[in-house]
């Protein structure tokens, strides 16, 4: 096999989520959480983030919880059935 073949085939199915871990380990922490609370707590900007949240959210491994009362930001939590288990 040639090695640019070998390399596609280990390439991450999903790139774009480098960050979906440390996304659903935060949540796991926190009960919810917003993609602005995520951010601040992993020291990142949320457009660095976001790629890996929209993966989160489509792939059904986080859900929404509601605006948070006090902020009106979308809050979420993980997806029931999920845990703590990594992608």
Known sequence: MAEGSRQREEAPEWPEAEWLPEILDTIHEFGTA???????ELSLSEAVLQPAWYQAVERRLIESAGLNPGTDEQMY????????GRP
């Open 77 to 84: 939590r993980l997806s029931p059935g999920f845990g703590r």
């Open 34 to 40: 917003s993609l602005e609370l995520v951010a601040w």
